[in-house]
């Protein structure tokens, strides 16, 4: 117990729920975003960097949880299991758009229109210095973290290319980031999916994130009795009940539950 008390130095609740884990594992189902919250953010998608001891933890973890640990990510589900291999989670990518769990795999495909305005954004954004796109398949990510100065007209383009994904598509903002994703998906409703079939079934939700697409997951954790967590320095207004200040510290506290 002395370790995770020193893991966790933010929030009383969020110490007292960690020690429920450990009393009454059988109980919980954890639901952890990935960027910006197990990993620290990077200048840029590829320069994330995943810490050697990392993946065999959660691989621990998840064995005390009787399995029921996911990922709830924006990123690919192909890119997250690259991340924590050789273990594959049980995971929700793109923001729900793709979903492994117990009774398969789901996905949602691109359409040739929708490859198309990829395309054309991609040849957009050479306009732009510093502007990122990153595709990920049935979702396109716009970055301006390398340059910060062309928010405003960024925003403005992705607002667009909304319009010419057409209703099937939706535009989602995230940390120095636009992304146009299946409108159908989020990260809340990726949850009310796990809770369909086993191990998550009938189990208490604890959900870790740290940006505007995880307040979906957040309300789903109130809502069912769970714990939300929000990682970073207090900001913007969010539904999370308690609060982790950065992803080291979400780090030390997967440490010490797999211990």
């Known amino acids: 117990m002395q370790s995770l008390e020193n893991a966790v130095q933010d929030d009383d609740a969020t110490q007292e729920m960690l020690s429920l884990v450990l009393e009454e594992p059988d109980h919980w189902a954890m639901f952890l ?39 709830v990510t924006g990123r690919s589900l192909a890119y997250a299991d690259a991340l924590f291999k050789p273990f594959a989670f049980p995971t929700a990518g793109l923001h ?7 009774a398969g795999m789901q996905t949602v495909e691109a359409t040739a229109e929708f490859q198309a305005l990829k395309h054309a954004l991609t040849a957009e954004a050479e306009h732009y210095p510093g502007v990122l796109i990153e595709d990920k398949g049935a979702a396109v ?3 301006y973290r390398l340059a910060p100065e062309y928010e405003k007209v960024l925003e403005d383009r992705m607002h667009h290319y909304a319009e010419l994904a057409g209703p099937n598509w939706a535009l989602q903002l995230g940390k120095m980031v636009f992304e146009l994703r299946p409108a159908r998906s989020s990260k809340g409703d990726a949850l009310e999916r796990f809770f369909q079939s086993d191990p ?5 939700p604890i959900t870790i994130g740290d940006d505007l697409t995880d307040e979906s997951m957040f309300a789903i954790a109130n809502a069912r009795g769970g714990v939300s967590v929000r990682v970073g320095a207090i900001g913007a207004p969010s539904c999370a009940t308690s609060r982790l200040s950065s992803s080291a510290l979400v780090r030390n506290v997967i440490a010490a539950l797999a211990a």
């Open 33 to 71: 975003d990935i960027d910006g919250t197990l990993l620290n953010l990077a200048p840029t998608p590829d320069a994330i960097e995943v810490p050697e001891a990392l993946p065999g933890q959660l691989h621990r973890l998840s064995n005390k949880l009787g399995g029921a640990l996911a990922l």
């Open 96 to 102: 729900g758009a793709e979903i492994r769990n117990a």
């Open 141 to 143: 990510a716009a970055h």
């Open 200 to 204: 998550f079934k009938n189990r208490c």
